[in-house]
């Protein structure tokens, strides 16, 4: 076990932008589809149940040695079990994790879990965005497919396939809050269709050998959130472990993560639950785990533009040094990799995508501001280079 002994309180956490192999074991499932559904929608929450949990939270708290395992996560699969090495996660996100962060992600963390961006089972199913299950099994490290649909059986074919192309697991979103996804009912949409939402994860399950996963919320709003009995019915339903969101969607990212409830949660299930909300840091992270007493934590919107955050949380989580924080010449050299690759595999519309990147990673040195300034106006992949020169050799001739 690695003792949390950095963690600091919920209150006084660091809140400032930081600038696995696979084993395979025989584990077939021995309930049906249909059964798992039927049994996650009988689940009730007793009051003994809340009692048992309620102050979860303040216990672990007020531990100084709460801790995280230090071995590997098993997670059972339909027949193929996964084991994480990493207990931080990389979380999927839109329009960011692609392949070319993925590899940026895995200089400082190579054995943790990364996730594809969000694929939509129907879109798959008609032929679009299976560019993001291409060449899986060539990467280095784990990767899973997250999926989104509220369709059961669109959501067990698009498994089938990400599964083909060498998915190390399976995660169904449902916590993502754009309208756009939750009013079609999915993502955070099946939060307001618990049904809906077991016989998706029982449909998926029944369909696949490795483990599936959820990603989700607290609840659609406060009023009627009932984390506890949602995520128990999702473990029912086949579930192999949860990563929890602390807001709610009706929150989105506004207001701070209730880590209490996350713990709450933790207590009432019996398989392994990631963090999530408000992890920005190695602090950030030890007093999520303290508090919580979850198995994990999951960082997103925070490695944008600190690709490294990832592997500095895991040092921290090991004891180990922390791998420092890149530099402004070292970010610079980033940044222009970055642009470098994107360009060569999207072309033009790759300096699109490369301008929120580059956005995120040139700041924190004497002029940034004028320089992603620049960047953003900048006509073609040379213009952005030349800038990002420039900028290194003003460096320079500063430290000079």
């Avoid at 943790?112 to 280095?140: C, I, P, Q, W, Y």
């Avoid at 207590?267 to 919580?292: F, H, K, M, Y």
Wanted: charged letters at 20%; aromatic letters at 4%; a positive charge.
């Amino acid at each position: 076990m690695i003792a949390l002994s950095h963690a600091v309180s919920r209150s006084g956490k660091g809140t400032g932008r930081e600038a696995a192999a696979g084993a395979e074991d025989a584990s077939p499932s021995s309930q049906p589809a249909s059964s798992r559904v039927n049994n996650a929608l009988k689940v009730q929450v007793r009051p003994t149940d809340i009692r048992a949990v309620e102050g979860a939270g303040n216990a672990l708290a007020a531990s100084p040695h709460a801790a995280v395992g230090s071995g590997p996560l098993r997670l059972v699969g339909n027949g193929i079990d996964r084991q994480l090495h990493c207990r931080v996660l990389q979380s999927p996100l839109a329009g960011v994790s692609d392949r070319i962060f993925r590899n940026l992600v895995r200089r400082w963390a190579p054995d943790a879990l990364l996730f594809t961006e969000m694929v939509n089972a129907t879109g798959l199913e008609l032929g679009h965005g299976r560019s993001k299950l291409d060449d899986l099994a060539d990467e280095r490290g784990p990767i899973a497919v997250q999926l989104f649909d509220h369709r059961p059986a669109a959501m067990a074919e698009a498994a089938r396939r990400a599964e083909a192309c060498g998915a190390f697991l399976i995660d169904i979103n449902m916590g993502c809050p754009v309208p756009k996804i939750a009013r079609k009912g999915g993502g955070s949409g099946l939060l307001r269709d618990p049904e809906l939402a077991m016989r998706v994860v029982a449909a998926v399950a029944a369909a696949v050998r490795i483990p599936v996963t959820v990603k989700t919320r607290l609840g659609w709003c406060g009023a009627s959130a009932d984390p506890v009995g949602f995520a128990l019915g999702l473990e029912n339903a086949g579930a192999r472990a949860l990563t929890l969101h602390g807001r709610t969607r009706e929150q989105g990212f506004h207001g701070q993560a209730d880590w209490t409830a996350i713990a709450r949660v933790k207590q009432a299930l019996t398989i392994p639950l990631i963090a999530n909300g408000d992890v920005r840091s190695p602090e950030d992270a030890l007093s999520c785990l303290a508090l919580t007493g979850a198995d994990g934590v999951m960082v997103g919107r925070g490695t944008m533009g600190a690709p490294w955050l990832v592997g500095r949380i895991d040092a921290a989580l090991r004891g180990l040094p922390l791998p420092p924080i890149p530099g402004a010449h070292q970010r610079l050299a980033l940044a222009a990799e970055q642009l470098d690759a994107l360009v060569e595999a999207w072309g033009d519309k790759g300096l699109l995508i490369a301008r929120k990147h580059l956005g995120w990673t040139c700041q924190g040195f004497a002029g940034a501001a004028e320089l992603r300034h620049g960047l953003m106006r900048a006509p073609t992949r040379d213009d952005a280079l030349k800038l990002l020169a420039q900028a290194a050799a003003g460096l320079g001739a500063r430290e000079g």
